[in-house]
């Protein structure tokens, strides 16, 4: 029978815990040693091969409601039946994501104990200058399961009709840009943006994104940069006007909206993502597996209608694709954090 346990409030039913680490003492190994033999052997399409005694354990480092945890419960909902495996969903927020990524990091590195990570994962190895846990070295990369483009947004009445105009009302008065936190990937770019442009805004951080178009709306400010699947029905019912998107090309969600290589910033191409990890040391073969039964999860029509309604991509990439991109993010964010003395909230 599948399982799928939502921040483990029912891990004790029937009689049985579900956590991996809560076993008799001496089955602890020759259970492990099923556990991932069957999961590394079922066809993707074959639940009945797991053990119903072990569940995947899946940490998501934020609080519950935002687009990191909603994508990491939707792929865990479709990933359980796809391994054959319960799938346990925990949140663990707190201090810019980085207890629920140490708490990975130091997991046995048996393939029970997944992370669902973003790009924070990147930008926390320079941002925060002590951590217990190194954001690169530590983690072994599974796939990358979305990519997130962000967009800087006006409202309608604003009199900036594109990127460039913005980029000239700010260099006689520089504009109030709301971001949804100090660290934020939106904060990187709106830095690496006023770095090119060679224009000053006034960062106003939020915590959380919502808080921000809540005053853009209102007035409070000129501008926000945010994930598009925050913003996407208040562009679309005219509330709210998209100047430029970050990513190299156009959104499927708003393909009206021109990129910022098209507004002249070249080079420029720049998502968030979600994606899943592993402690550094887990198995090859079962990263692999775990690999092929999320790429699969990620063809449900399902699924992709839910992450277009978000305004999120789906991404069809390998461990060492995820691995690159970790620490290519990580070199390209470290010297921004470092010029503007970024530090996190």
């Given at each position: 029978?599948?399982?799928?346990?939502?921040?483990?409030?029912?891990r004790?039913?029937?009689?049985?815990?579900?956590?991996?680490?809560?076993?008799?003492?001496?089955?602890?190994?020759?259970?492990?040693?099923?556990?991932?033999?069957?999961?590394?052997?079922?066809?993707?399409?074959?639940?009945?091969?797991?053990?119903?005694?072990?569940?995947?354990?899946?940490?998501?480092?934020?609080?519950?409601g935002?687009?990191?945890?909603?994508?990491?419960?939707?792929?865990?909902?479709?990933?359980?039946?796809a391994?054959?495996?319960?799938?346990?969903?925990?949140?663990?927020?707190?201090?810019?994501?980085n207890?629920?990524?140490?708490?990975?990091?130091?997991a046995?590195?048996?393939?029970?104990?997944?992370?669902?990570?973003?790009?924070?994962?990147?930008?926390?190895?320079?941002?925060?200058?002590?951590?217990?846990?190194?954001?690169?070295?530590?983690?072994?990369?599974?796939?990358?399961?979305?990519?997130?483009?962000?967009?800087?947004?006006?409202?309608a009445?604003?009199?900036?009709?594109?990127?460039?105009?913005?980029?000239?009302?700010?260099?006689t008065?520089?504009?109030?840009?709301?971001t949804?936190?100090?660290?934020?990937?939106s904060?990187?770019?709106?830095?690496?943006?006023?770095?090119?442009?060679?224009?000053?805004?006034?960062?106003?951080?939020?915590?959380?994104g919502?808080?921000?178009?809540n005053?853009?709306?209102?007035?409070?400010?000129?501008?926000?940069?945010?994930?598009?699947?925050?913003?996407?029905?208040?562009?679309?019912?005219?509330?709210?006007?998209?100047?430029?998107?970050?990513?190299?090309?156009?959104t499927?969600?708003?393909?009206?909206?021109?990129?910022?290589?098209?507004?002249?910033?070249?080079?420029?191409?720049?998502?968030?993502?979600?994606?899943?990890?592993?402690?550094?040391?887990?198995?090859?073969a079962?990263?692999?597996?775990?690999?092929?039964?999320?790429?699969?999860?990620?063809?449900?029509q399902?699924?992709?209608e839910?992450?277009?309604?978000?305004?999120?991509?789906?991404?069809?990439?390998?461990?060492?694709?995820?691995?690159?991109?970790?620490?290519?993010?990580?070199?390209?964010?470290a010297?921004?954090?470092?010029?503007?003395?970024?530090?996190?909230?």
């Open positions: 029978m599948i399982v799928f346990h939502v921040d483990g409030a029912a004790c039913q029937a009689g049985a815990s579900l956590d991996p680490h809560h076993i008799l003492p001496g089955d602890s190994t020759m259970l492990r040693r099923q556990f991932l033999a069957a999961l590394l052997t079922a066809p993707l399409a074959t639940p009945a091969l797991a053990q119903p005694e072990r569940s995947i354990r899946l940490v998501v480092p934020v609080a519950p935002g687009s990191q945890d909603v994508v990491g419960r939707l792929i865990a909902r479709h990933l359980g039946p391994l054959g495996a319960q799938i346990v969903v925990e949140n663990h927020p707190g201090a810019g994501s207890i629920g990524y140490e708490l990975v990091a130091r046995r590195p048996d393939g029970l104990t997944l992370l669902a990570g973003s790009d924070s994962l990147s930008i926390n190895k320079s941002l925060f200058r002590r951590l217990a846990f190194d954001p690169v070295g530590d983690f072994a990369p599974i796939a990358q399961a979305t990519s997130v483009p962000q967009i800087l947004v006006v409202r009445d604003f009199p900036a009709a594109s990127f460039a105009d913005f980029v000239a009302l700010s260099r008065n520089p504009a109030a840009v709301g949804p936190g100090n660290g934020s990937l904060h990187l770019l709106i830095e690496l943006i006023q770095q090119a442009t060679e224009t000053r805004w006034t960062h106003a951080p939020y915590r959380g919502a808080l921000a178009v005053d853009l709306l209102g007035g409070s400010l000129q501008g926000v940069m945010i994930n598009i699947g925050a913003v996407t029905q208040h562009v679309q019912a005219g509330r709210l006007r998209g100047l430029a998107v970050s990513t190299g090309s156009r499927a969600a708003l393909p009206e909206v021109p990129t910022l290589i098209e507004a002249g910033l070249a080079g420029v191409d720049v998502a968030g993502w979600h994606g899943l990890v592993a402690p550094k040391g887990t198995d090859p079962l990263l692999t597996r775990i690999n092929e039964a999320v790429r699969q999860v990620l063809k449900l399902e699924l992709r839910r992450l277009a309604a978000l305004g999120i991509e789906p991404v069809d990439g390998s461990p060492e694709a995820l691995a690159e991109k970790i620490r290519a993010d990580a070199a390209r964010w010297p921004v954090v470092q010029r503007t003395g970024m530090q996190a909230d």
